[in-house]
């Protein structure tokens, strides 16, 4: 049975998918067999395994850091939220109806056998696991319901990193907090704390590390600097980078609508500066070009688009010429009329901005598959893959690029393909119809896995590797 060492937080976004990451790499580096593991997943960012089941695209990203195919038992629950209280769950990459009918609190009995089946088989077949937790371990009231934090953790015995997001200050606080919120048996599973994206001299830390450890008994194992190399991220963290906000952008720039619940945003990192992330007409000026990304609720999406204003403002760019793009349920809403005749997502019928010859019905059962293609319009060969209900047909006045996944109306273009853009080539196109230039590209994610491994793996007490070697 192989070793388990396990990242919490405490609290979200306190950096655990980006460690995790850094640690499989470190340890494929270090010749070990390593898995990804995450029980549980809250996110609209997902991706396709080679098997066609869908996943966490956090946990993609792990599993490419650990060199091992994509397996969806490194991630078994999908929550994808539909609505502020309603979640689609996809359990060991499929849509399951039933457990998505079910209370909150009623899932966990449905659930905890295919995690704990999931969790024991990595074990089995490989040297470590390296696990992420969810949230936070000291959030009491879902105790009972735990099925991704310290119940997981007391399942593989694993070694517990906890870890604080020093950036955005009062660690120390948060560490003793959480500590204080876990029981005897599971403080017992710390090995280390981890203060996460540091900025300064570590030097002027202390005493604040030695304290901790005397409330505690829990060294400080790792001050990990804040580091300005990009991975995909369980939430999409990218969009709320600075660059991706947009800046003094005086050469033109790429507006995206910012929906209320957007899916799959990381696969627009590649326009780096260029993206500018909009919720109303007023922001939308001056793009030199469009892209509606995908949604997880189209039809709500779509009306959130009218009620703010930007529909008529997409509609009136594309008008004037401005490129439009539209990926998976931004292409829809792009399409004439959207259908739910089986209540996929609610509304049985709803028109779409028009700006393609094309109608969408939402079928039951969900497309999840790796695509290549060669579009007609460039003669390129582009890769990605697709998530989707809907089924959408063309019309006359619309040119089939290639059939099924892209279409093409005067300057509005529409795909089922996430991640078009991250095919270069297509990109450099892309942009050159929005009169833009490409920005510096990224480092190959096997590059940057490299540099994050390194970085990180320097910051951490090296005995936390030693142990699992």
């Known amino acids: ?54 996943m966490g695209r956090a946990q993609l990203v792990q599993a490419a850091a650990a060199r091992v195919t994509p397996d969806v038992r490194m991630n078994p629950v999908l929550l994808k939220p539909e609505a502020d209280t309603r979640s689609q ?21 449905h659930l905890w ?35 991704v934090n310290m119940r997981v953790a007391l399942e593989a015995r694993a070694g517990v990193l906890l870890a604080s997001d020093i950036d955005r200050g009062g660690s120390f606080a948060h560490l003793l907090g959480t500590w204080h919120c876990l029981t005897p048996e599971e403080r017992a599973l710390l090995r280390g704390f981890i203060l996460n994206r540091f900025r300064g001299d570590a030097r002027l830390l202390s005493p604040a590390p030695e304290w901790l450890q005397a409330q505690t008994g829990v060294p400080t194992v790792g001050v990990v600097p804040m580091l300005d190399i990009p991975l995909p991220e369980e939430d999409g963290v990218w969009a709320e980078t600075g660059a991706a906000r947009g800046g003094d952008q005086d050469d033109g720039f790429v507006a995206i609508a910012r929906l209320p619940r957007v899916s799959n945003l990381d696969e627009f990192a590649p326009l780096g500066p260029l993206a500018r992330w909009v919720a109303s007409p007023v922001e939308l000026a001056g793009a030199r070009a469009v892209i509606l990304p995908g949604s997880k609720s189209t039809a709500a999406d779509l009306a959130w688009l009218r009620a703010t204003g930007l529909a008529g403002a997409v509609t009136r760019a594309a008008h ?15 399409g004439r009329v959207i259908r739910d005749p089986r209540g996929v997502e609610g509304a049985p019928e709803v028109p779409g901005l028009g700006l393609l010859d094309l109608d969408t019905t939402f ?65 450099e196109r892309f942009l050159g119809w929005a009169g833009l ?10 590059a940057r896995l490299d540099a994050i491994a390194a970085r990180v793996g320097a910051a951490l007490d090296p005995r936390v590797l030693e142990d699992l070697l």
């Open 437 to 446: 230039r490409p920005p510096a590209g990224l480092d190959s994610l096997d």
């Open 320 to 334: 004037a010429g401005v490129p439009v793009l539209g990926v998976c349920g931004g292409l829809q809403m792009l």
């Open 89 to 109: 769950v996809v359990l060991l990459g499929q849509v399951s109806r039933e457990i998505t009918g079910l209370p909150w609190r009623e899932r966990k009995a």
């Open 1 to 54: 049975m192989g070793r388990a060492i396990m990242v919490q937080g405490c609290t979200s976004s306190a950096g655990k998918s980006y460690l995790t990451a850094a640690l499989c790499r470190a340890l494929s580096n270090a010749g070990a067999r390593v898995a990804p593991f995450k029980a549980q997943n809250m996110s609209n960012n997902a991706g396709v395994t080679p098997a066609g089941l869908e």
């Open 113 to 147: 056998p295919h995690v704990q089946g999931a969790l024991h088989s990595l074990l089995d077949e490989f040297d470590v696991v390296v696990i992420e937790g969810a949230g936070s371990p000291a959030e009491v009231n879902l105790r009972s319901s735990d099925i």
């Open 363 to 427: 079928a039951p059962d969900k497309t999840t598959t790796l695509t290549t293609f060669t579009d007609a319009e460039t003669g390129l060969t582009v890769q990605g893959y697709e998530i989707h209900h809907g089924q959408t047909g063309a019309g006359t006045g619309v040119q089939t690029l290639a059939p099924g996944r892209l279409w093409r109306q005067g300057n509005v273009r529409g795909t089922y393909l996430h991640g078009l853009l991250e095919n270069p080539a297509y990109l």
